[in-house]
């Protein structure tokens, strides 16, 4: 026997507030909460939202240009090379932390001019998204293939193996 409409709009509403029961309502954001806009620099959305986004931005940049920042004093074969050298390390250890205060100069120009919303918005979409790591790019490429090129011109002592039975203690 089938049930009848009323039959079955009944067990209907009756599984539908059994599932809400169940299932837990999300949150409603609080008023005045429009998404994407809000004091903070990055909206924690994900697992690099948030702190732990900014401070994942700010310091790999810093700690890949550390491992570059100790041939600060190397000779090079130009001193043009040298002085590229330096500018591509201070743009990659500066990169990430460029975003942080344009992000908050352009919220701060926000809420002070209703009008420059939009005109802020795709500023610092075309400065963090774009600019500053193409930017940031060229310079680590430039980091990484003079890094390989001058492995060609060390000393024949860089090659050589060292003694371990030197340094390593024994008894004789």
Known sequence: MKPTGTDRSEKIVLAAN???????TP?????GFRHGHH???FINTGPL??????????????????????AWGERFPTPLKQQLWHVSLFVVMCSGLMCVPVGKSLILMTWKYRWTRSIS????????????PSVHMLASVFLLTESCRQ???????AYQLPSWSNYWPHLS
């Open 18 to 24: 059994a599932l809400q029961r169940r299932c837990p």
């Open 27 to 31: 949150a409603r954001p609080p008023v």
């Open 39 to 41: 004091g903070s620099l």
């Open 49 to 70: 939202g948030g702190p732990l986004g900014l401070i994942t931005m700010t310091l790999s940049p810093l700690l890949y240009g550390l491992i570059h920042f100790l």
């Open 121 to 132: 918005q795709t500023i610092f979409i075309i400065l963090c998204f774009w600019m500053i």
């Open 151 to 157: 492995l060609f011109f060390l000393d024949p002592a």
